[in-house]
Every structure is written in structure tokens, then in C-alpha cells.
């Protein structure tokens, strides 16, 4: 067996992370949240899909992290915007993600890398605003660490805190998702 240096530990274990912080979040918010869970589950495939052995090809990675953001993260937004009564924003949300995601295969790499950027900065962002005037302290960290995980992305260095950049990116996107979660239902228990 031959063994793995530190970069690639790291990234097997951010993968992991970000795949069981998703599948718990998916699973603890199905019955309240169904367009969250189905967000949390997107985030789910995406990392394990890295991990299967087969499935690691540029391509492969490529399609899953794309899903998982112009579907994905719109999807959690949808739930917590309409949670809130927002449903115009929501809508607007999800429907922007959707027309993204059909217009994938003519944006090109660099074109995708944007939009997916933005995605995740409208929906950080967005969520933030929510947060702050509902007074959901969860959701501002989701919404500040999702802004983080995006900020991040774009960076030209390869290395961040000793950790490859996307490694870092993944950690950040973990703890924004986790809070997320929890500010999902700290909002349904506060309209309950």
C-alpha cells in the first residue's frame, strides 16, 4: 500500500467532512426542509463523489462541484428565504440557479468558475442579510462562512494555512453548512 503525504490526507479528510456535515444536515432537516435537504444531500454526492475511486477524473469533479453550487446552494437559500416570507427572493433564487445550471455547457471553464462564484457569494450574502434582520446569529455564520468559502475559491495562492486552498475552502463550507442547518431550525422553531 503506498502511503499518502499530508496535501492529500488533508484532502481526503476535508471531503469526508463536508460529506458527513451534509448528510446529518440533509437528514436532520428533510421533514421541515425538503429544499434544504435536497441542497445538504447535492453537497453530499459532490464530496463522496471525489472519493469514489473511478469518479476522481477533472470532469468528473468538475460537474459534481458545479451541481452542488448552482442547485445546491440556491436550494438552501429557497428554504431560507421562504421560511422567512421572502418568496419573491426565493423564487428568484432558485430560478436563477436553475437557468445557470441549463446554461452550464455554454458558459466554458472560466465562465462557470464565475458564475459559480457568484452563485455562492448572492446566496452567502443573501442568507447574511436574512440572518441579520431576523436575528438568527447561525445563519450570519453560515451566511459569513459560505462568503468565506467563496472569497477563498478565488484566491491565487495554493497553499492557506498550511492546507491546499481548496482544502480550506471545503472546511469553510463544512462549518457554514453545519450553522446553516442550525439556523434553519432555530427559524422554524421561532415561527412554530
Known amino acids: ?51 469514489a475511486p473511478g469518479l476522481n477524473t477533472r470532469e468528473d469533479c468538475l460537474a459534481g462541484a458545479w451541481v452542488a453550487t448552482v442547485i445546491g446552494l440556491p436550494l438552501l437559500a429557497f428554504d431560507f428565504h421562504w421560511v422567512n416570507g421572502d418568496r419573491s427572493s426565493a423564487n428568484l433564487l432558485l ?38 434582520f431576523t436575528a438568527n446569529t447561525y445563519g450570519m455564520w453560515g451566511g459569513a462562512m459560505l462568503a468565506v468559502a467563496g472569497l477563498l475559491s478565488r484566491l491565487e495562492e495554493d497553499r492557506l494555512l498550511l ?13 457554514g453548512s453545519w450553522a446553516y442547518c442550525r439556523a434553519l431550525r432555530t427559524q422554524r422553531l421561532q415561527w412554530e
Not at 21 to 39: E, I, K, T, Y
Request: aromatic letters at 4%; proline letters at 2%; one cysteine or more.
Open 1 to 51: 500500500m503506498v502511503s499518502k503525504s499530508r496535501s492529500e490526507w488533508s484532502t481526503v479528510l476535508s471531503h469526508l467532512v463536508l460529506a458527513a456535515v451534509s448528510l446529518h444536515a440533509a437528514v436532520s432537516s428533510v421533514q421541515s426542509s425538503r429544499g434544504a435537504a435536497a441542497g445538504f444531500l447535492l453537497q453530499t454526492f459532490a464530496a463522496v463523489a471525489m472519493l
Open 95 to 132: 430560478g436563477g440557479g436553475m437557468v445557470l445550471a441549463v446554461a452550464g455547457n455554454h458558459l466554458g471553464p472560466e465562465g462557470c468558475s464565475v458564475a459559480g462564484q457568484a452563485v455562492l457569494l448572492v446566496v452567502a450574502v443573501t442568507i447574511l442579510i436574512v440572518a441579520v
Open 163 to 175: 492546507l491546499p486552498r481548496e482544502d480550506v475552502c471545503r472546511w469553510a463550507l463544512a462549518a
